[in-house]
C-alpha cells in the first residue's frame, strides 16, 4: 500500500512538471497579431462560412489564408526576376530558327 502510494505520488509529481513545463510554453509563446476593421458584414459571414466549410475556426482560416497571399509573388515581382535573369539579348531570326529546331525534335 505504501509503495502503491509512492508511485502515485511520483507520476503525480510528473505529470505536474510536463503540465507545468507546457502552461509556462504556451503563455511566453506569441505570436503577431493583425487586426482588420471595418470589414463588411457579407465579407465577414463569406470567411466565416468557408472557415466552418474547412473545419476550422476563423482564425485559423485567416492565418492560412494570409500565408497563401504572402507567399504569392505578384506579376511585378515576377517580371523583375525575369529581368535580373535575362542573360542577353536574341535577335528575332535566331529565334525562329531555335524554335523550329526545338519543335522539330518533338
Known amino acids: 500500500m505504501v ?3 509512492r508511485t502515485l505520488a511520483r507520476v503525480c509529481a510528473a505529470v505536474d512538471f510536463v503540465l507545468a513545463a507546457v502552461a509556462h510554453c504556451k503563455h511566453n509563446v506569441s505570436m503577431p497579431h493583425v487586426l482588420v476593421r471595418d470589414v463588411p458584414d457579407d465579407v ?3 470567411l466565416q462560412r468557408k472557415a ?3 473545419h476550422q475556426s476563423l482564425q485559423q482560416y485567416l492565418a492560412v489564408e494570409l500565408r497563401h ?3 504569392r509573388r ?3 515581382e515576377v517580371l523583375d526576376e525575369v ?3 535575362r542573360g542577353g539579348r536574341v ?3 535566331t529565334a525562329v530558327t531555335d ?3 526545338e519543335r522539330s525534335q518533338r
Open 74 to 76: 505578384s506579376i511585378s
Open 3 to 5: 509503495q502503491r502510494r
Open 69 to 71: 497571399l504572402a507567399e
Open 91 to 93: 535577335g528575332f531570326p
Open 52 to 54: 466552418e466549410f474547412r
Open 83 to 85: 529581368e535580373r535573369q
Open 44 to 46: 465577414h459571414a463569406a
Open 99 to 101: 524554335l523550329d529546331a
